[in-house]
């Protein structure tokens, strides 16, 4: 096959770049993260790229910041498939998986009304991971009651 007409998106030096995100949920990894767009580095996202082994995928780049691992297992939750490039001096460095932890702390609400931690009580909340993939669920961990995909994703 002839060389591509052109990279999408040029390679980066150094920085992390998070590739195989589930099409559509590039923005709930930042989220994620806390990138909100104010940060001093240069963040690429490229949505609904082409991929052989997905269909579609969405790729986050990120210049001159690696992820540590406590924030690249929360991505598992939204973007199962992802795999997380360190990048140093042009060449990938590091390429890992990303496995979602077993528990999730703050970040998320829980949807019972009359839970705990939704009550003045300063109680934050904590959901267990259970299943996996596109099939993970998070269970409260005060009250039971159990988010799917489509739930907690809509609080991302
Ligand atoms: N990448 C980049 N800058 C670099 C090196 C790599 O932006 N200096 C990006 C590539 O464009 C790709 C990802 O990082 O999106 C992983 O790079 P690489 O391992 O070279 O690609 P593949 O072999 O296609 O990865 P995989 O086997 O994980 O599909
Ligand atoms: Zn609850």
Same mark, same amino acid.
């Given at each position: 096959m002839s060389e591509k007409r052109e990279l999408r998106v040029e390679k980066i030096r150094d920085g992390t770049v998070i590739d195989?995100?589930? !099409? /559509?949920?590039a923005l709930a990894v930042l989220r994620i993260l806390g990138i909100? /767009?104010?940060?001093?580095y240069v963040v690429s996202v490229l949505m609904n790229v082409p991929s052989g082994k997905l269909g579609r995928k969405d790729i986050v780049k990120i210049e001159g910041r690696e992820l540590s691992p406590e924030e690249v297992d929360k991505i598992a939750l939204v973007a199962p498939k992802a795999t997380i490039n360190i990048i140093r001096n042009f060449e990938v460095a590091r390429k890992e998986a990303v496995k979602p932890p077993s528990t999730i702390k703050g970040m998320l609400k829980c949807?019972?009304? !009359?839970?705990i931690t939704n009550s003045r009580e300063p109680v934050s909340p904590i959901f267990k991971v259970e299943g996996e993939g596109e099939n993970l669920t998070l269970r409260c961990y005060y009250c039971g009651t159990v988010m799917n995909r489509d739930e907690f994703l809509k609080q991302f």
């Amino acid at each position: 096959m002839s060389e591509k007409r052109e990279l999408r998106v040029e390679k980066i030096r150094d920085g992390t770049v998070i590739d195989h995100i589930t !099409a /559509g949920t590039a923005l709930a990894v930042l989220r994620i993260l806390g990138i909100t /767009g104010k940060e001093d580095y240069v963040v690429s996202v490229l949505m609904n790229v082409p991929s052989g082994k997905l269909g579609r995928k969405d790729i986050v780049k990120i210049e001159g910041r690696e992820l540590s691992p406590e924030e690249v297992d929360k991505i598992a939750l939204v973007a199962p498939k992802a795999t997380i490039n360190i990048i140093r001096n042009f060449e990938v460095a590091r390429k890992e998986a990303v496995k979602p932890p077993s528990t999730i702390k703050g970040m998320l609400k829980c949807q019972n009304v !009359a839970c705990i931690t939704n009550s003045r009580e300063p109680v934050s909340p904590i959901f267990k991971v259970e299943g996996e993939g596109e099939n993970l669920t998070l269970r409260c961990y005060y009250c039971g009651t159990v988010m799917n995909r489509d739930e907690f994703l809509k609080q991302f």
